[in-house]
């Protein structure tokens, strides 16, 4: 009978459990790095932490560095550092192969974008149909754009104002980021800055993404039932998949008219030309391909520099002589409030260029650890050696808190990079919310832009008082993907008070 065999089939798990064990504990290639021997053995202590505790490994992960020092063995398979100064061996320029680890890529519900490409040479090749787009250049020749949607917003604040209503200014800023980048995807803008709400399907999207992020990683095949289940189905498991289906057919809609509106051959070509070009492989250029590699850019190009603006409001409305002391040096090259003014001409003024950093820091990008693999290389840090092939990572939030780099690390305090500038130290290069190296972000010089330019228009413009806003509002206590909160997304809430002449 079957029963007969079940002590046979049990021992020999047993056994082959204990074995397994015995081999990551001692003879595996990183047996000799520190860290707890459960996580060496095991990736259930981290799924316990990130799927059962919902976000919470990262805390593990930096008591383990308290413990013991700055690289852990957080599971059988990888490696993290906490190093500020190592940041660029782990995510090295494009002349030393980084490839990204094929079991963390799933997270991303996106398997044929730039982001979830393994590849060192595939992505070099899909980053390159893109790289001209985002080039400070083009940027630049991006400004009547960008401006428009700034002026549009704070049309709005100020409606705001007239009507004393109260402003939920994280929704706000995530529509001018979501209406800037479909805008430049598409030549179409999806204009939720004209809602009343600023009804905001990609952030909402991203929310509802970045909560199941570690839940993809674990179970890389849900992903893939759940598009193709019933919306009804889906959503008994995952119940954001209602903006996730939203932002599909806006998507599906946006697409369709811009592959009706390429016959037309218009001047201006957008993200989605360059990638629908003829010359790009067909592979390259399919309708799955498209999708995801839209799900990423309009995801990306939202939320990190909409997260970086509700940080600003939240500490600029919190602290008004910090926020007059910006006012005063825009004055110098913003006379009015909507007096004309470039990017450059911002750039130069250093009290902003430390809130714009400050903001970026507190806001940290993604803080999911993002693990590089050196397919061929062997690193050193310090007296351990890296194997080729060890997926390695860090993690934006310890780099942006780091005391060394940034001493009183929780303060809001433009003042460090001014102070640092003078001693002629470059703090920029401990910025890392969109990573470094030859996987950094796209968009990088995108999210400045809109930056500087919507941090410049709001602090000459408007006084803003805070509403039912606490610091609890902005404070990171777990990862999915992005920081969350207590209650959940960053929220900061605000009721214009005052125009500025």
């Given at each position: 009978?079957l029963s007969?065999y079940?002590p046979?089939?049990?021992?020999?798990?047993?056994?082959y459990?204990?074995?397994?064990?015995?081999?990551?504990?001692?003879?595996?290639?990183?047996s000799k790095?520190?860290?707890?021997?459960l996580?060496a053995?095991?990736?259930?202590y981290e799924f316990?932490?990130?799927?059962?505790r919902?976000?919470m490994?990262?805390?593990?992960?930096?008591k383990?560095?308290e413990?013991?020092?700055p690289i852990?063995?957080?599971?059988?398979?990888?490696i993290?550092?906490?190093d500020?100064?190592y940041y660029d061996?782990?995510?090295?320029?494009s002349?030393r192969i980084?490839e990204?680890?094929?079991?963390?890529?799933?997270?991303?519900m996106?398997?044929?974008?730039?982001v979830s490409?393994i590849?060192?040479?595939?992505h070099r090749?899909?980053?390159?149909?893109?790289?001209?787009?985002?080039?400070?250049?083009?940027?630049l020749?991006l400004?009547p754009?960008v401006q428009?949607?700034?002026d549009?917003?704070?049309?709005?604040l100020e409606e705001a104002y007239k009507?004393?209503?109260?402003?939920?200014?994280?929704?706000a800023?995530?529509?001018?980021t979501a209406?800037?980048?479909?805008?430049y995807c598409y030549?179409r803008?999806?204009?939720?800055?004209s809602?009343?709400?600023?009804?905001s399907?990609?952030r909402?999207?991203?929310?509802d993404i970045?909560a199941?992020?570690?839940?993809?990683?674990?179970?890389p095949?849900l992903p893939r039932?759940?598009e193709?289940?019933?919306?009804?189905?889906?959503?008994?498991?995952q119940?954001?998949?209602?903006n996730?289906a939203?932002?599909?057919t806006?998507?599906?809609?946006?697409l369709s008219?811009h592959e009706e509106k390429?016959h037309?051959?218009?001047?201006?070509?957008?993200?989605?030309?360059?990638?629908?070009?003829?010359d790009?492989p067909a592979e390259?250029k399919?309708a799955?391909?498209l999708k995801?590699?839209s799900l990423?850019?309009?995801?990306?190009?939202?939320e990190t520099?909409?997260?970086?603006?509700t940080?600003?409001s939240?500490y600029?409305?919190?602290?008004?002589?910090?926020?007059?002391?910006l006012?005063?040096?825009?004055?110098?090259?913003m006379p009015t409030p909507t007096?004309?003014?470039?990017w450059?001409?911002?750039?130069?003024?250093?009290y902003?260029?430390?809130v714009?950093?400050?903001?970026?820091?507190?806001?940290y990008g993604?803080i999911i650890?993002?693990?590089?693999v050196?397919?061929t290389e062997?690193?050193?840090?310090?007296n351990y050696?890296?194997?080729p092939?060890?997926?390695m990572?860090t993690?934006?939030?310890f780099?942006h808190r780091n005391p060394?780099?940034f001493?009183d690390?929780e303060a809001?305090n433009?003042d460090?990079?001014?102070e640092?500038?003078?001693?002629?130290?470059?703090?920029s290069?401990?910025?890392v919310?969109?990573t470094r190296?030859?996987?950094m972000?796209l968009?990088l010089?995108?999210a400045?832009?809109?930056l500087?330019?919507?941090i410049?228009?709001f602090?000459?413009?408007?006084d803003v008082?805070?509403?039912?806003?606490?610091?609890?509002d902005?404070?990171?206590?777990?990862?999915l993907?992005v920081?969350?909160?207590?209650?959940g997304?960053?929220?900061?809430?605000g009721r214009?008070?005052g125009?500025?002449e």
């Amino acid at each position: 009978m079957l029963s007969d065999y079940y002590p046979w089939l049990l021992a020999s798990l047993i056994v082959y459990l204990a074995v397994k064990s015995i081999y990551r504990l001692y003879f595996h290639p990183l047996s000799k790095f520190p860290g707890p021997k459960l996580t060496a053995i095991t990736h259930l202590y981290e799924f316990y932490h990130d799927i059962i505790r919902n976000g919470m490994f990262i805390w593990e992960i930096e008591k383990m560095h308290e413990k013991y020092g700055p690289i852990v063995r957080i599971n059988p398979r990888e490696i993290h550092i906490n190093d500020p100064s190592y940041y660029d061996e782990i995510y090295a320029s494009s002349s030393r192969i980084r490839e990204k680890d094929p079991k963390f890529v799933s997270s991303f519900m996106a398997d044929t974008s730039m982001v979830s490409t393994i590849s060192h040479g595939h992505h070099r090749f899909r980053r390159a149909l893109l790289n001209n787009f985002f080039s400070k250049k083009s940027i630049l020749d991006l400004a009547p754009l960008v401006q428009s949607k700034v002026d549009k917003l704070m049309d709005r604040l100020e409606e705001a104002y007239k009507d004393k209503s109260i402003v939920e200014l994280d929704a706000a800023f995530a529509g001018l980021t979501a209406d800037v980048i479909t805008q430049y995807c598409y030549g179409r803008s999806w204009d939720y800055l004209s809602h009343k709400d600023y009804n905001s399907t990609v952030r909402n999207t991203v929310n509802d993404i970045t909560a199941w992020f570690h839940i993809n990683r674990f179970f890389p095949f849900l992903p893939r039932l759940l598009e193709i289940a019933p919306l009804w189905l889906a959503c008994k498991f995952q119940p954001g998949r209602p903006n996730l289906a939203q932002m599909q057919t806006n998507m599906h809609a946006t697409l369709s008219a811009h592959e009706e509106k390429s016959h037309a051959k218009s001047s201006q070509q957008t993200i989605f030309d360059r990638l629908t070009d003829p010359d790009v492989p067909a592979e390259e250029k399919t309708a799955t391909r498209l999708k995801d590699e839209s799900l990423i850019l309009l995801s990306a190009g939202t939320e990190t520099t909409s997260r970086a603006l509700t940080v600003m409001s939240f500490y600029l409305s919190r602290d008004p002589a910090m926020r007059s002391r910006l006012r005063d040096e825009l004055k110098q090259v913003m006379p009015t409030p909507t007096s004309p003014v470039t990017w450059p001409e911002l750039e130069r003024l250093p009290y902003l260029t430390g809130v714009v950093n400050e903001s970026l820091r507190l806001s940290y990008g993604v803080i999911i650890r993002l693990p590089r693999v050196a397919p061929t290389e062997a690193l050193q840090y310090q007296n351990y050696t890296i194997p080729p092939g060890t997926p390695m990572s860090t993690i934006s939030y310890f780099v942006h808190r780091n005391p060394t780099v940034f001493p009183d690390p929780e303060a809001f305090n433009p003042d460090r990079w001014i102070e640092a500038a003078e001693k002629g130290e470059h703090l920029s290069r401990f910025i890392v919310s969109f990573t470094r190296g030859s996987r950094m972000c796209l968009g990088l010089n995108l999210a400045y832009f809109e930056l500087y330019t919507t941090i410049a228009a709001f602090v000459r413009r408007f006084d803003v008082d805070l509403h039912n806003t606490e610091l609890e509002d902005i404070r990171i206590v777990k990862d999915l993907g992005v920081g969350y909160t207590k209650h959940g997304p960053m929220n900061v809430s605000g009721r214009i008070v005052g125009l500025v002449e």
